[in-house]
């Protein structure tokens, strides 16, 4: 395992909200893999809709999605494409 990461651009006039940040933990919280937001240096437990809500997420914000563990590639592909379902990015 080597952990594996992808960075994104919010481009969503009302940032990350409730509804995505529902989603996303969601679908993170399938894998036994750490799932990260990295928002300005500050990480955030993406299985937890709290956590994620507070980065406070704002239109073009820089996240670098950091999944670590056995099932990192597809839980980095998941929520990957949550963010992109719930144009994010």
Same mark, same amino acid.
């Given at each position: 395992m080597k952990m594996v990461s992808q960075t994104i651009i919010i481009k969503n006039a009302e940032g990350l909200h409730a509804r995505p940040a529902t989603e996303i933990a969601k679908n993170a919280t399938k894998? #036994?893999? #750490? $799932?990260e937001l990295d928002v300005m240096g500050n990480k955030f437990n993406a299985k937890s809709v709290l956590n994620i809500m507070s980065a406070g997420i704002k239109n073009s914000t820089q996240i670098q999605i950091i999944c670590d563990g056995v099932d990192e590639e597809?839980?980095? &592909? &998941? $929520?990957?494409q949550t963010f992109k379902e719930n144009s994010l990015v």
């Open positions: 894998y #036994t893999s #750490t $799932v597809k839980a980095l &592909e &998941e $929520v990957l």
